[in-house]
């Protein structure tokens, strides 16, 4: 088993190593494909080390039939415009940060132990256990924070988590108020916990991942046969050419680099690098979700159709980077609350009209909104959220109109119904009595006579009257008013930008990063390769190439030659 | 009612196709013979249990108007059809591994068991789109979430596989006794599976039995190897469809309940669950964290799978509400 977690698991710090020990290739294209002799011999490759050349589309191997074309064309391209500045003179200036920093470090002084406890932090942060642990804490956390009931008075804790009688034998109601459990989500245990998760991903895009950058844009020759065997897939083809192979790699997409007997190719390079994008993408989510957090204006309110309210007056600060704007200063008039209405009476949707004026009365702007469809104006987002029925407006014997206010009454469930009442007979008695008026929405209204009976149901604008208690009651309009929340959030742009890069550097991670490296040796072709994801599916992909690899018999040596150069 | 006679006929030739599939896997996964004809009749039958699912959500769109996404029947129903694409796209794949497919089978089955059971009846007819719904956030959001819900959960499932067939391993790790002995009893099913592998490479008739155990180390070494890179390849995947699902969801949580996060019981769950398989695609990542570890952790997100998806639902919490039990 152990030997399985060694071939499973991927080490980014191993490839450093060898990049230490094989000279860099020297990225200068040149396709002369004459003055590269076809060597079989390993000890050709002392000579033609610094005539490195990539193979071109005119390369044909004898059963290569289906890789020709435009894709092959292209791939070189690619690999002259992406070739890292390095050369076989510069290893030590252009090995990666490392050798810079190890130089800092011997310098003496308080500037060196405070580089010494930065580096200390560093490591510490982007330890993976650490990140590990720091994820399942949130997680656990998140999770009791969906178990306690949150935004509740003190109160009520107290008598949900009693002491005496403690949840797991030692939750208690002090330990939700202490630690601030009662509001999880902006306790400064769930903020810290988030913060260094912050931090953590932080130090491990500096120290592990950016480094991982400039490590895998490079490309290395194995110039061993026995290196390439200890690859995750390995494969000897006798009697091959490497030309070949690299034809047929790049047919299938891959980079080819070959030099002399030694050859490298790669696939999928933004799949190793999309992490990086990955933990970019999630903390410019964190950095957003902390502007909004800190610099957010929301509020709430309920206002019936035909009045306005001023939008300074409803938006609430939400930290100490909230600062009001000029449209602060708008006044929002409802002209009109509706809803829609399917055949079988559920409602479909609520619209309010709204009309915004500016500090002279003037109207900036109408719009009708709706749920899923949010005014915005100067940074300001209006929602549909919620209704009510503010009034009922009657006439009574033909006299009024009257209005009625509306009542929210408590019910089981969570159907709205309003009521009101219209009181018959002396209003000064100590037991008035009257017509009740319920209504679940704007569509009917339930009217029971003074003794509670169920006396009949109308519509708004029906102009039908009804008699109750020998009155007679018309119902004019039933009169809703509009929840509407309101917020500025200057964190959106930021958290969406966010999104989008997450959204794209997570698909791209599912790449995977295969690399192979290959060795003429003799007649005799050494080929391995490994791949860091698609472990299932490279093995298979490169037995699929490699059978496309024709095998050279010695007599045709020249005319493969001819072909090359052809 | 044509409507409802013809979901009818759909869930229960889907339900007893399905049922038929899971006998012949179990058959197959014992006798461990490579029938032809058997695995003829799993893909056929999988073919018609894919068509009546998709006509039962085709007729439902028509009948109702809207995606048949506005509640948990519903949502089960197309939970059950991504499964059984699922299981299609593996049928049709090049290479074949029916182990994968034996896990999927009962899960269509599950799933559609528990949409068509008595205990949602009141949810089959469909209802009206309330107005939070309306919206086309609706078809990306719900079909990215169920396809992660999917993908996730048979990756799961393979981890799930993974720590049956090495809790052998735990156990002699805590020492042999007698009480164990009914584990191995168990354990025996899982030994049979591998082997079924070995049958295949049709390596384990021509060995000399006193090379028998350690090829079969061999080969199960080799078989929890693929299944564990399975799994994590199809974590992989539905991680990536998690990732839309719930950036979809948050993106039009702005549009219509003001803001693009609210720690709503349900985004919450949903966020957790996508923190368990990032813990689990980082223990990936660490030497020292092998398989095992990881394969606890993906087992985890099994759990944590159904709670965000059932379990909150059947709490009714939160702005999800829509997606409960009880018919709003």
């Known amino acids: ?566 | 009612m044509v409507f409802s006679t013809l979901e009818h006929i759909l869930t229960h030739i889907s339900f007893s196709v399905v049922s038929i599939l899971i006998s012949i896997h179990w058959i197959t996964l014992l006798l461990g013979n490579e029938i032809i004809g058997l695995y003829n009749l799993l893909k056929k039958g999988m073919i018609i249990t894919f068509f009546c699912i998709t006509g039962l959500l085709v007729t439902r769109w028509i009948f109702s108007g809207h995606l048949p996404f506005s509640n948990l029947y519903e949502s089960l129903i197309f939970l059950s059809w991504t499964f059984s694409i699922f299981y299609m796209v593996l049928c049709f794949k090049k290479k074949k591994n029916y182990y994968f497919n034996t896990i999927i089978t009962p899960s269509i089955l599950f799933t559609q068991g528990f949409a068509t059971s008595g205990l949602l009846t009141e949810m089959h007819e469909s209802f009206k789109l309330v107005p939070a719904l309306q919206s086309h956030w609706l078809m990306m959001h719900v079909s990215m979430m169920i396809l992660g819900y999917t993908t996730l959960l048979c990756g799961s499932l393979i981890s799930v596989a993974i720590l049956v067939i090495t809790f052998q391993e735990l156990i002699q790790i805590f020492g042999k006794s007698k009480t164990f002995f009914f584990f191995y009893e168990s354990f025996s099913f899982a030994e049979i599976k591998y082997m079924n592998m070995n049958d295949k490479k049709n390596i384990l008739q021509q060995t000399p039995f006193p090379f028998y155990s350690s090829y079969r180390n061999y080969y199960r070494y080799q078989f929890i190897q693929q299944l564990d890179r399975w799994g994590y390849r199809t974590i992989s995947l539905g991680f990536i469809f998690l990732t839309i699902g719930n950036i979809s969801g948050a993106v039009w949580a702005n549009e219509a309940w003001g803001s693009y996060w609210n720690w709503d019981p349900k985004e919450t769950w949903a966020f957790i669950t996508w923190t368990i398989f990032a813990i689990y695609l980082h223990t990936r990542k660490n030497k020292k964290l092998e398989y095992r570890n990881s394969s606890i952790v993906a087992s985890m997100g099994f759990l944590i799978i159904w709670i965000c998806y059932l379990g909150i639902n059947l709490l009714g919490l939160g702005l999800h509400s829509y997606g409960s039990f009880t018919p709003n």
């Open chain 1, 1 to 566: 088993m152990k030997a399985l977690s060694a071939i499973n698991s991927t080490n980014p710090c191993l490839p450093n190593t060898h990049f230490l020990k094989v000279p860099i290739f020297h990225p200068f294209f040149k396709f002369n494909p004459f003055s590269q002799p076809y060597n079989v011999h390993g000890h050709a490759a002392n000579r033609a080390h610094k005539l490195p050349f990539t193979i071109s589309c005119k390369l044909k191997s004898s059963r290569d039939v289906e890789n020709k074309g435009k894709s092959v064309a292209q791939k070189i391209v690619l690999s002259e415009a992406s070739p890292p500045p390095l050369t076989e003179d510069d290893v030590t200036n252009g090995d990666t940060g490392n050798v810079p920093q190890s130089s800092k470090k011997k310098k003496g002084g308080p500037f060196g132990l405070l580089n010494m406890l930065r580096r200390k932090t560093l490591q510490i942060l982007s330890s993976l256990p650490l990140a590990i642990a720091d994820m399942f804490a949130a997680a656990a956390l998140m999770a009791l924070g969906t178990f306690i009931e949150q935004g509740e008075a003190p109160d009520f804790y107290i008598q949900k988590y009693p002491e005496d009688n403690p949840v797991f034998g030692f939750f208690t109601w002090r330990w939700i108020l202490a630690l601030g459990f009662d509001h999880m989500f902006s306790s400064p245990v769930f903020l810290g916990v988030l913060a260094l998760l912050g931090a953590s991903l932080m130090a491990c895009t500096y120290t592990t991942q950016l480094p991982l950058i400039t490590v895998s844009r490079r490309w290395s020759f194995l110039h061993s046969a026995e290196a390439i065997r200890k690859q995750e897939f390995s494969e000897s083809l006798p009697r091959a050419s490497i030309q070949d192979v690299g034809t047929i790699l790049m047919g299938a997409g891959y980079e080819v680099f070959l030099k002399g007997p030694s050859l490298y190719a790669f696939k999928g390079l933004a799949g190793r690098l999309a992490p990086v994008g990955v933990h970019i993408a999630l903390l410019l989510v964190m950095a957003g979700g902390t502007v909004s957090a800190a610099g957010s204006f929301r509020g709430s309110v309920t206002v019936p159709q035909g009045l306005n309210f001023v939008v300074g007056d409803v938006l609430v600060p939400s930290g100490f980077l909230s600062s009001p704007t000029e449209a602060f200063n708008t006044e929002i008039h409802v002209n009109r609350f509706y809803m829609d209405y399917y055949e079988s009476g559920e409602v479909s949707q609520f619209y309010t009209d709204l009309s915004l004026r500016n500090m002279d009365g003037k109207e900036v702007m109408r719009k009708t909104i709706s749920v899923n469809d949010p005014l915005r104006y100067g940074g300001i987002t209006i929602y549909q959220t919620d209704w009510s029925i503010s009034a009922l407006q009657i006439l009574k014997d033909n006299e009024g109109p009257y209005n009625l206010a509306m009542a929210p009454l408590q019910i089981n469930g969570d159907k709205k119904l309003y009521g009101t009442f219209l009181p018959v007979g002396d209003i000064n008695s100590p037991d008035v009595k009257g017509i009740s008026m319920l209504a679940r929405d704007l569509q009917s209204i339930v009217l029971y006579d003074k003794e509670g009976k169920f006396v009949g149901v109308r519509r708004p604008n029906s102009k039908l009257p009804i008699n109750i208690d020998g009155s007679e009651i018309l119902i004019v309009d039933a009169i809703g008013s509009s929840g509407l929340d309101l917020k500025t959030d200057p964190g959106v742009p930021v958290v969406y930008a966010g999104f989008g890069a997450l959204m794209i550097t997570t698909c791209i991670s599912y790449l995977s990063h295969s690399q192979i490296w290959a060795l003429q040796d003799g007649t005799t072709v050494f080929i391995g390769g490994k791949t860091n994801r698609a472990k299932m599916e490279f093995p298979e992909e490169m037995n699929l190439l490699l059978d496309k690899v024709p095998e050279i018999v010695e007599s045709t040596l020249p005319k493969q030659a001819d072909s090359i150069s052809g």
